[in-house]
């Protein structure tokens, strides 16, 4: 009984030894050894940290063998687990919680980009169409600009011939206005095929005429006439136009894409002169090139719009410029392997500087065109064409050569003339009402494979130039088609 009273009061003494010693700085070995062993919590290791280290190792060993000290240490053990085990579910809690704060604000902020993005390919696709239509649009204008160019001189010279009757009686201003009636029409039929000049290089296998420059500048002064002299006297707008031509070589090109190139320079500069000046071309011999000359007294043009004015589509013209006339012009000069140069100063005028190559005489004469061959027998031709002015042209082209034509304005109409004819030659449009002209081809071959067709057809370039020929058709030709072109066609297939 005395022993356990004594051991009792040891311990109770043990209890409140560790109390009074907080104020005992820490250090001693005893200290690290119980905080590594029984991992105090930080509180309690502060409490032990501060307890003299021979007494509290006395204590220790003293109550070794009592019940009520072993429950002390265990009990500070358990306590400490305890906390632990509290602060870090305490820990999770705010963890799970902030993780799943941070996944609702994640998958909120996931929605809203995925709406944006949404509402970006929305616009995207509306400013992608509007940008479609709107090229389409200065598309369309610009090739119905360079269309009323061609026309201007075809209904001016015709409008004369019909109004001035006294004008017929003089053969020469009769062949003269023919001649250029002609030519416009020619130039006319150019524009389409133009366009590709945006997308296709020069073919080093294409072989150029030899043109004339100075006899084209002769041609595209009258032709332009009807703008540079009478539209602007109309006006009240007094326009020059000089020319400067030096002795010079023929150029490797195509004279009706050069004839456009310099038409357009013209009306370019006789709409930088809304008060009137004075056009000038100059042409010389430059190494072996030829270099060709048009100035002006106009406006003039910023650095600016010097740097952009060959882009398609730009225009300082406003609604009544398309911006197709220099492109082309740039796209032209190009692919005949030349180069164009403009200066400019705002308010003293613009001069545009063409070099093209000097033609060589060599690289015609393996490609010289072939003679008109000719017609050993007369032929027995159907034209098929659902326009009445292009069958009755083909169907004259053709009776002036001395073949007997029967014509159709459709495609199943022809074949029911086929079937109650004979017939050495098939002329037929391609775009017709209730039969196309490949299906009338190919139920023609179905019944006489050796008879040639050619299908005369305004996508004749397109087909040809993407190798889509039909095996029913012998030759695509282009529309419009010259007598000179038909009468080589038909004597080749003839043979």
């Known amino acids: 009984m005395v022993a356990d009273t004594a051991g009792q009061k040891h311990d109770m003494d043990l209890v409140r030894t560790l109390v009074p010693l907080r104020d005992t700085p820490p250090g001693t070995p005893l200290e690290g050894t119980l905080v590594g062993i029984l991992g105090i919590d930080q509180d309690v290791t502060e409490e032990l940290a501060k307890a003299r280290s021979e ?15 072993l429950f002390i240490l265990l009990f500070l053990i358990v306590l400490k687990a305890d906390r632990t085990i509290d602060k870090g579910h305490q820990r999770i809690l705010r963890h799970q919680s902030e993780q799943q704060k941070t996944g609702d604000a994640l998958q ?4 809203s980009l995925e709406a944006a993005l949404s509402e970006l390919k929305d616009t995207q696709r509306q400013v992608v169409q509007q940008e479609r239509l709107s090229a389409l649009g200065q598309m369309a204008s610009g090739i119905a600009h360079d269309f009323n160019n061609a026309l201007t001189p075809i209904l001016g010279f015709s409008e004369l011939l019909l109004t001035s009757p006294q004008r017929l009686e003089n053969p020469k201003t009769v062949k003269r206005y023919v001649q250029m009636i002609n030519t416009a029409a020619g130039d006319a039929a150019t524009v389409v095929r133009n366009l590709r000049e945006f997308y296709r290089g020069s073919d080093e296998t294409e072989v150029y005429d030899p043109v004339s420059l100075n006899d084209l500048i002769g041609q595209v002064i009258s032709l332009t006439q009807a703008k540079w ?6 006006k009240g707008i007094n326009i020059n136009l000089k020319t400067d031509l030096a002795e010079i070589p023929k150029v490797a090109g195509k004279e009706s894409e050069l004839r456009e190139v310099l038409i357009n320079l013209v009306f ?5 002169m809304p008060d009137g000046g004075t056009i ?25 719009v010097r740097q952009r004015c ?3 589509f730009f225009t300082t013209k406003g609604s009544q410029g398309t911006g197709m006339g220099l492109a082309m012009t740039f796209g032209i000069v190009k692919r005949l392997n030349g180069t164009i140069d403009i200066q400019s100063e705002l308010g003293k005028g613009t001069t545009f500087t063409i070099r093209l190559p000097v033609y060589i005489e060599e690289a015609k004469k393996e490609t010289e065109a072939a003679p008109v061959l000719e017609t050993k027998t007369q032929l027995r031709v159907l034209v098929i064409d659902d326009e009445p002015m292009v069958g009755e042209l083909v169907t004259e082209y053709l009776t002036a050569d001395g073949h007997v034509v029967e014509s159709a304005t459709n495609g199943r109409e022809g074949l029911e003339k086929f079937h109650a004819g004979v017939f050495d030659l098939i002329i037929t449009d391609r775009a017709m009402p209730e039969m196309n002209g490949e299906e009338v081809a190919r139920a023609i071959k179905k019944q006489t494979p050796s008879i040639p067709v050619v299908m005369l057809t305004g996508f004749g370039d397109i087909i040809n130039a993407n190798g889509s020929l039909s095996p029913d058709i012998n030759r695509v030709v282009s529309k419009p ?5 038909l009468q080589n066609i038909v004597n080749e297939l003839s043979q």
């Open 55 to 69: 007494s509290l190792r006395f204590a220790l060993l003293a109550s070794g063998g009592t019940g009520v000290s």
């Open 108 to 111: 909120l902020s996931n929605n």
């Open 229 to 234: 002299k009478d539209e602007a006297q109309s």
């Open 268 to 272: 370019n500069s006789v709409d930088a």
């Open 280 to 304: 000038r071309f100059c042409t010389r011999l430059d190494d072996n090139h030829v270099a060709i000359q048009i100035s002006d007294t106009g406006s003039g043009m910023t650095e600016e």
């Open 310 to 312: 060959f882009d398609p």
């Open 481 to 485: 088609v010259s007598r000179l072109e």
